[in-house]
């Protein structure tokens, strides 16, 4: 049985919401207590936090992949230019939306170089 069904069974939670809460995905909303509880059980089941935030990572970057794939495909007499202007174009609009949400995490005072 693999861990999310383990967890699933254990809460009596479908394995698909077990799964959204632990790679934090917006799917559909879930109570807060629910979020606590899965942590709670992945953890004690032997969940590597570490392993998790990687594994969130990556989804976020394969969405993020898929997403632009799907737009260059639909133009498909795009050249060069034109790709790297919209992968330009995509990175600004990620980089207004983290300066508005999170200010502080992205103040230009406080990125590497």
Do not use: C
Not at 94 to 112: A, G, S, W
Request: no cysteine.
């Amino acid at each position: 049985m693999s861990l999310l069904s383990h967890i699933s069974r254990k809460l009596g939670m479908d394995t698909q919401s077990v799964r959204s809460i632990l790679l934090e995905l917006a799917s559909s909303p879930i109570e807060g207590d629910k979020h606590a509880n899965v942590f709670k059980a992945a953890t004690e089941e032997g969940l590597d936090l570490n392993k998790l935030r990687i594994a969130r990572r990556i989804n976020t970057r394969k969405e993020a992949i898929e997403e632009i794939l799907r737009y260059i495909e639909a133009n498909p007499k795009w050249k060069k230019d034109d790709v790297i202007s919209y992968l330009r174009y995509s990175r600004t609009l990620m980089l207004r939306v983290e300066k508005k949400i999170l200010p502080d995490f992205f103040d230009d005072e406080f990125q590497e170089k």
